[in-house]
């Protein structure tokens, strides 16, 4: 049982470039979700699903995009890249919507120069 | 909507007690408690549900307070794997995802 797994671990993206982050998990969860983490602070949702073909926005979603074809997969798409998007991306999992711990995944550290 | 959360820090010695809180201005379904030590993903510890019901770690409490939309979370003699910052996310009534506050750093010294 390998959970949630994210690739790539680092990445270093210029400004304007686009690139998806994966996720996996396999729980056989319905719900999963993108959140990011600046330096210093708290997590920020940025999309989530609760099962395949069904997501909805988070706290921060302008500038990316997220699709859910299956119920392991949930990549997030990063589009035309700024510095501000500079993170770590965690990807989480969860067998229920609340009252469910949520597992993560190791995270993506994204740098946009 | 961000819960609050109360000390931002805190320094212990090994075997001392602290108490973490996380307030809300909304009513609350429910709320978690994670911690992350650096460079790691969080970690779950704890479950607080409306009505009372706890899921979680057997070394480490916690209360809700639904009246006034707060939780804290004790932690007794700490040890030194006890260090690093601690997240509560609150669930609000009707919604389906977490809401994080902005973290509780916790040093445990010998």
């Known amino acids: 049982n390998a959970g949630v797994t994210q690739t790539p671990k680092f990445r270093i993206l210029k400004i304007g470039q686009s690139m998806t982050l994966q996720c996996a998990q396999d729980?056989?969860?319905?719900?999963m979700y993108w959140y990011r983490q600046d330096p210093g602070m708290g997590l920020k949702l940025i999309y989530y699903?609760?099962?395949?073909?069904?997501?909805d926005k988070g706290e921060v979603p302008n500038g990316y995009n997220v699709s859910r074809s299956t119920t392991e997969d949930f990549p997030l798409r990063l589009e035309l890249a700024a510095p501000s998007q500079t993170s770590v991306y965690f990807c989480?999992?969860?067998?229920?919507?609340?009252?469910?711990?949520?597992?993560f995944g190791p995270g993506t550290r994204l740098t946009v120069l | 909507q961000q819960p609050v959360q109360s000390p931002q820090a805190v320094i212990l010695r090994e075997g001392e007690d602290a108490v973490i809180n996380c307030s809300s201005s909304?009513?609350?379904?429910?709320v978690h408690w994670y911690r992350q030590k650096h460079g790691e993903a969080p970690v779950f510890l704890m479950i607080?549900?409306?009505?009372?019901e706890q899921k979680g770690h057997e070394k480490i409490s916690a209360s809700f307070n639904e009246k006034k939309q707060q939780s804290s979370l004790y932690l007794t003699a700490s040890q030194l794997s006890y260090s690093g910052t601690y997240f509560c996310?609150?669930?609000?009534?009707?919604?389906?995802?977490?809401?994080f506050g902005t973290g509780t750093r916790l040093l445990v010294s010998p």
């Open positions: 729980m056989n969860h319905n719900y």
């Open positions: 989480a999992s969860s067998g229920l919507a609340g009252g469910s711990e949520q597992f």
């Open positions: 996310g609150t669930e609000i009534t009707g919604f389906q995802k977490l809401v």
């Open positions: 909304k009513a609350l379904y429910s």
């Open positions: 607080l549900l409306k009505g009372g």
């Open positions: 699903s609760v099962g395949a073909g069904i997501t």
